[in-house]
């Protein structure tokens, strides 16, 4: 599907019949876990007319501190700059609400991830070992890599 530029799209709260469960489940396949940090006020979804194309999820950390917990673009609308603009937005939306920074989790198997959030000034800050064996049931394989560990990234929303 092709987008009109991404500015052009709907970035809204989801009404509780437009939560996108296919996209969230297709970042974290733990309904368990999403259901377990989903909170309306810190999610937000792109629309193209009816179609929900994207979703982001936040969750506050701390006063000064949100956590990125899911991010998903259909994929037919992959390649077109809407998850970059639904990261910006959500920055943007931490950044509202008091965040000097953010941070993320992704798996170590997850290279396309690792590279987004690297490319849009996320830095790695750590890792945590086997929190994916630890965590899920079914293995998660991506390119024919075992995901194993959780790769943490941190943006500075206000640098000092």
């Not at 989903?38 to 949100?66: N, Q």
């Not at 941070?103 to 945590?128: E, K, M, P």
Request: glycine share 10%; net charge negative.
């Amino acid at each position: 599907m092709t987008l009109p530029p991404v500015w052009e799209l709907l970035i809204a709260r989801p009404r509780a019949d437009e939560i996108p469960w296919d996209l969230l489940l297709e970042a974290d396949p733990s309904r368990d876990r999403v259901e377990g940090y989903l909170d309306p006020a810190l999610t937000r979804i792109a629309k193209h007319g009816d179609e929900v194309v994207g979703v982001y999820v936040l969750e506050r950390r701390s006063d000064t501190c949100f956590e990125l917990m899911n991010i998903a673009v259909r994929e037919s609308c992959r390649g077109q700059g809407l998850g970059r603009w639904l990261l910006g937005h959500a920055l943007g939306l931490a950044e509202s609400k008091g965040a000097r920074s953010v941070v993320v989790g992704t798996g170590n198997s997850s290279l396309d991830n690792l590279g987004f959030y690297q490319r849009a000034g996320f830095r790695i800050v750590g890792v945590i070992p086997n929190f994916f064996v630890d965590n899920y049931d079914e293995p998660i394989v991506e390119d024919g890599i075992v995901c194993r560990d959780m790769v943490r990234l941190a943006f500075e929303v206000t640098p000092e």
